[in-house]
């Protein structure tokens, strides 16, 4: 067995109480000894093994767990995100021209796109992304998507209610037929998850229920997209169908935020799309302050949120969600874990899997302290190296 040890670390995040101090489980001036992809042992700096990291000093934190994009599409709307700029509102329409660029993309055109930014995502320090389809919205094209988000990605997602396809447009409810029917039927074997948009101009509640209940029935884990652009039905669906994950919660009700409180459904922030629309920030505190577990994700899209940045967003929990520094770092590693109903990833601790984020920083405040800035280091996924910032 080869063992890779990432020694002198000055200051370790492990998110785990029983191995650390405190809800970060901070340990000081540690080494992480990883074997066949898992961490086997945190100890005292100074361990030996086959094969060194020396992160000289510096703060490791457990790789990032984006738990929400959108990463397989072709296209480019950045004359949309311009138009916004300039006063036009965010609305959900321009999903569809996405949706036509991708049909026409061809497969080795859409993955090395989805690789190219999945290697983005490494450098920023990510070391699990969930993949959503839903710029197909045909059941032909929406498999394929899947199978490229299965390819490259780590927890994938059916996201055919995304919006009514253009060509069902006006018979929504026969579009989700289709979906609740041939589509969640195809595509159960290829996801893990199936999430709606409920929203105005997308699902409403009714058809985001029969979506979930149809995806449930198939063996799915349940997601929705709730509260994005407006208050609505979504978030009392997620919680009262058990979902792992509500998503965006920008305009939550004082009934949501105790429903997401007294709840197992995660509450997933994504301040860059709100950043990227102009829109409202969720209020984190009086989530966290509520008991809701929240998560911090990317959004990774080419309409609402281009960035597979998670320090940026960490930066905007910090500065417009309410959150400290200390919940925005837990929400965006254990935070996402949680949202995905995963306990081997998120944590730096004997079994956990080896992902894990050296910052060019001595300490996690700089993720918010020194925003824009690129403090990544390297990143080890599985126990491997892949990325490491070449030397000067
Ligand atoms: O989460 N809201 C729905 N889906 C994405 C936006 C997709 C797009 O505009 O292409 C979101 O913001």
Redesign the pocket.
């Known amino acids: 067995m080869t063992a890779l040890v990432v020694d002198r670390i000055g200051l370790l995040v492990t998110n785990d109480e029983t191995v650390g101090e405190g809800r970060l489980g901070i340990v000081r001036d540690a080494a992480v000894v990883i074997e066949d992809g898992s961490v086997v042992a945190v100890v005292p700096a100074g361990a030996a093994g086959d094969e060194r990291l020396d992160a000289a000093g510096a703060c490791v934190i457990p790789g990032f767990v984006d738990s929400?994009t959108?990463p397989v599409?072709a296209g480019d709307?950045s004359a949309e995100f311009a138009a916004r700029m300039a006063g036009r509102p965010?609305a959900?329409g321009?999903?569809h021209?996405?949706v036509a660029a991708t049909r026409s993309a061809s497969e080795p055109e859409l993955r090395a796109g989805l690789r190219r930014r999945v290697a983005e995502a490494h450098r920023g320090g990510t070391t699990h992304l969930e993949a959503?389809s839903?710029?197909g919205l045909t059941v032909e094209h929406e498999l394929r998507l899947l199978r490229l988000a299965g390819e490259i990605t780590d927890d994938t997602t059916l996201?055919a209610a995304?919006?009514v396809t253009a060509e069902r447009a006006g018979a929504a409810e026969e579009y989700v037929d289709l979906v609740c029917g041939a589509m969640v039927e195809a595509a159960a074997p290829l996801a893990r998850w199936i999430d709606v948009?409920c929203?105005r101009g997308?699902f409403d509640g009714d058809q985001t229920r029969r979506v979930l209940e149809a995806g449930q029935a198939a063996g799915l884990g349940l997601r929705v997209?709730a509260a994005?652009?407006g208050p609505g039905p979504g978030v009392q669906i997620a919680v009262e169908l058990g979902a792992a994950s509500a998503?965006?919660c920008t305009h939550l009700t004082g009934a949501d935020v105790d429903a997401l409180g007294g709840s197992t459904t995660v509450a997933t922030l994504?301040p860059a799309?709100d950043f990227s629309?102009r829109q409202p920030y969720p209020d984190g505190r009086r989530l966290v302050d509520a008991g809701a577990t929240v998560a911090l994700a990317t959004?990774c899209?080419?309409?609402?949120?281009f960035t597979t940045a998670m320090a940026l967003c960490i930066a905007l929990a910090v500065r417009d969600c309410g959150l400290t520094v200390e919940e925005a770092l837990w929400a965006a590693t254990a935070g996402g874990a949680r949202a995905l109903r995963r306990d081997d990833i998120g944590r730096i601790a004997p079994g956990a899997r080896a992902d894990l984020a050296l910052l060019d920083a001595p300490s996690y405040l700089h993720l918010a302290y020194r925003p824009g800035m690129d403090l990544v280091l390297a990143t080890v996924a599985r126990g491997a190296l892949v990325w490491a910032r070449p030397g000067p």
Do not use: C, W
């Open positions: 929400h959108h599409f709307r965010y959900a321009g999903i021209t996405t959503k839903g710029y996201m995304h919006v948009f929203e997308a997209h994005q652009l998503d965006h994504l799309s629309t959004n899209n080419p309409g609402s949120s």
